[in-house]
């Protein structure tokens, strides 16, 4: 108890120096499972990640690390250090430019390839049948892989249908074990379907406590489409880690506003592809399966929604 209530005083960096101390004292929760999403196992050997089945049945980590802006050496410790704390899905993308750093990342890590669900993504310039098909292959020959887990087309403009039937071939050839969509709305999603077989796999969409998205939650979830949010923890805009309402959450149980903001996808069936370059930052993210979030915690978040982009510059 003493413990507990020393956390509930801390700040969420002084909050992640104290909880690693405690993490390896044995006195903070383990890595538990609560049987949430409809999860097919707990994940592989060395990750407290649950794996949930997509609709073609590939098996995919409810939580992962996004890896926008880390390039070179330092984007290759990252990917190593979340892999060896348990990181299973690694999210990356041709317009990162830090493709060879993360497949470097990946070699460095000696992980079975088989335990990584990687994704990669084809850009705006590479859209059409033959761009989309070269784009993938040097996403690929950068990777230093054989095969993808899942490919996304990043934003829907350009020839977004040469590059699904593109896409669909390399599906059918095994090369993409499954592939997506990235920033499209349900008309786009349903464009899609209506003009070709394979239906996507997974929509990755801006999603956080500001701009919650339950439309499109509700529209994904019907057509049995994972929803996966990139920025999840809002990228500290609007003070994300120091938000008044997410701390009062986080306090019951000893948990950052972090931790809140992940946990609070995960009961919300959504995969989260956090980005850190700090490896006290991942573990914090990753240490969030040992409480749940009760109705009224998740009213109190739901009251945040903005229902606004956080991030015009994308748009």
């Known amino acids: ?19 690693t101390k405690l993490t390896a004292a044995g006195m903070l929760a383990g ?12 994940g592989l050997m060395g990750s407290p990640v649950e794996r949930i ?36 899905l690694i999210d990356t993308a041709t317009i990162y430019g830090n ?23 084809v850009w705006v310039d590479d859209s059409g049948y033959e761009k989309a098909k070269k784009a993938f292959d040097t996403s690929l020959n950068k990777l230093g892989l054989d095969y993808l887990d899942l490919y996304l087309i990043h934003r829907p403009r350009g020839d977004v249908h040469g590059s699904w039937k593109a896409m669909e071939e390399l599906y059918g050839e ?7 969509v990235s920033n499209f709305t349900a008309a786009q999603i349903k464009d899609l379907m209506d003009h070709f077989d394979v239906k996507p796999a997974v929509n990755q969409i801006e999603t956080h406590a500001f701009f919650q998205q339950p439309g ?4 994904l979830n019907e057509q049995h489409i994972q929803h996966e949010a990139w920025s999840p923890l809002a990228q500290e805009r609007n003070q994300h880690f120091t938000n008044e309402t997410l701390a009062e959450v986080g306090k019951k149980y000893g948990k950052s506003n972090a931790q809140v903001a992940l946990r609070w996808h995960y009961q919300r069936g959504i ?37 606004i982009t956080q991030f015009p510059e994308w748009e």
């Open 99 to 121: 493709e060879e750093a993360v497949g470097a990342g990946i070699k460095r890590s000696g992980i079975d390839r088989k335990e990584l669900f990687v994704t990669s993504k």
């Open 31 to 42: 890595f538990g499972t609560t049987g949430l999403l409809g999860a097919v196992n707990s």
């Open 53 to 88: 089945k997509l609709n073609n049945g590939s098996k995919m980590p409810v939580l992962g690390l996004g890896t926008m802006s880390l390039n070179g050496e330092s984007g290759e410790r990252c990917v190593a250090d979340a892999i060896s704390l348990g990181y299973r």
């Open 1 to 19: 108890m003493r413990a507990r209530n020393e956390i509930n005083r801390m700040n969420r960096r002084e909050f992640i120096q104290f909880g």
């Open 216 to 219: 499109d939650l509700k529209f």
């Open 271 to 307: 995969v989260a592809i956090p980005r850190s370059s700090q490896k006290d930052h991942m573990m914090e993210n990753l240490n969030i399966f040992d409480f749940e979030l009760t109705d009224t915690d998740i009213k109190k978040i739901e009251n945040l929604d903005l229902n």
């Open 174 to 180: 095994g090369k993409i074990k499954a592939i997506g």
